[in-house]
């Protein structure tokens, strides 16, 4: 399928569209996807995430957590350095205008959202803060325990709030988020009254390992090669 990619304004904010070439506002079906990315920002690697779901039929939205920072222009370590800069509300915030406008002008008929890392912990703040999304994918994501002084909600606790549809990665050797936190994650998922929860756990992978920077230990490889067809087929049922 030949899609349609392009830097885009929504309101103040900036953020990369990748879509189906030739779809039209409203048509039937039509699919969105929320992409929050991890430190790279808007980066090589998550515009290829997002032109491959827009070659599958999804239009895709990335939010620009760094507002024009990536790793195409700047350092990770720079982009380190202003993770403390992000604050949740306003991040929220910025990621509902997004989700909106994937749902207004874009004429989304259902949209879900996917995160990797720090995305990944916001897609379960959104998801519990929104209940539009038809699903929610989050990649490893960052949960810290204790929480950064920028962190002002509690992922875990909230995430049982969330009513959609819930797949989460974890690798087993991620140096970031501990086996106790991710347990509790489980348990406030698992003890929703509404939607499923898909858990997908590597043992010997490392926080991020969906990124191919780095693919070159195999075990973060080979979690990937066996994560991502997985996550294509649920995005497949959330369609519509």
């Given at each position: 399928?030949?899609?349609?990619?392009?830097?885009?304004?929504?309101?103040?904010?900036?953020?990369?569209?990748?879509?189906?070439?030739?779809?039209?506002?409203?048509?039937?079906?039509?699919?969105?996807?929320?992409?929050?990315?991890?430190?790279?920002?808007?980066?090589?690697?998550?515009?290829?995430?997002?032109?491959?779901?827009?070659?599958?039929?999804?239009?895709?939205?990335?939010w620009d957590a760094f507002h024009?920072?990536?790793?195409?222009?700047?350092?990770?370590?720079?982009?380190?350095?202003?993770?403390?800069?992000?604050?949740?509300?306003?991040?929220?915030?910025?990621?509902?205008?997004?989700?909106?406008?994937?749902?207004?002008?874009?004429?989304?008929?259902?949209?879900?959202?996917?995160?990797?890392?720090?995305?990944?912990?916001?897609?379960?703040?959104?998801?519990?803060?929104?209940?539009?999304?038809?699903?929610?994918?989050?990649?490893?994501?960052?949960?810290?325990?204790?929480?950064?002084?920028?962190?002002?909600?509690?992922?875990?606790?909230?995430?049982?709030?969330?009513?959609?549809?819930?797949?989460?990665?974890?690798?087993?050797?991620?140096?970031?988020?501990?086996?106790?936190?991710?347990?509790?994650?489980?348990?406030?998922?698992?003890?929703?009254?509404?939607?499923?929860?898909?858990?997908?756990?590597?043992?010997?992978?490392?926080?991020?390992?969906?990124?191919?920077s780095r693919h070159g230990t195999?075990?973060?490889?080979?979690?990937?090669?066996?994560?991502?067809?997985?996550?294509?087929?649920?995005?497949?049922?959330?369609?519509?």
């Open positions: 399928m030949s899609i349609e990619t392009s830097t885009v304004r929504v309101g103040d904010l900036s953020a990369y569209l990748a879509r189906p070439a030739g779809r039209g506002l409203g048509d039937a079906g039509a699919s969105g996807m929320l992409l929050l990315p991890m430190i790279t920002g808007i980066g090589e690697q998550v515009r290829a995430w997002a032109d491959e779901l827009a070659g599958r039929g999804i239009t895709a939205l990335t024009g920072a990536s790793t195409d222009n700047t350092s990770r370590e720079d982009l380190g350095a202003k993770l403390g800069e992000l604050r949740d509300e306003t991040a929220l915030a910025e990621q509902t205008a997004l989700l909106d406008h994937l749902l207004g002008d874009l004429g989304c008929t259902s949209a879900g959202v996917m995160g990797w890392c720090l995305g990944g912990r916001f897609a379960l703040l959104l998801a519990a803060r929104d209940q539009r999304l038809s699903g929610v994918v989050a990649y490893h994501p960052t949960v810290r325990d204790p929480a950064p002084p920028n962190h002002d909600l509690d992922p875990v606790a909230l995430s049982a709030r969330i009513t959609a549809p819930v797949l989460v990665a974890y690798p087993e050797a991620d140096s970031v988020v501990s086996h106790e936190t991710f347990a509790r994650l489980q348990t406030a998922l698992q003890s929703r009254p509404r939607g499923a929860t898909f858990t997908q756990h590597f043992p010997g992978a490392e926080h991020g390992f969906s990124d191919s195999a075990v973060n490889a080979d979690a990937y090669a066996l994560s991502w067809p997985q996550t294509l087929a649920f995005l497949d049922t959330r369609k519509g």
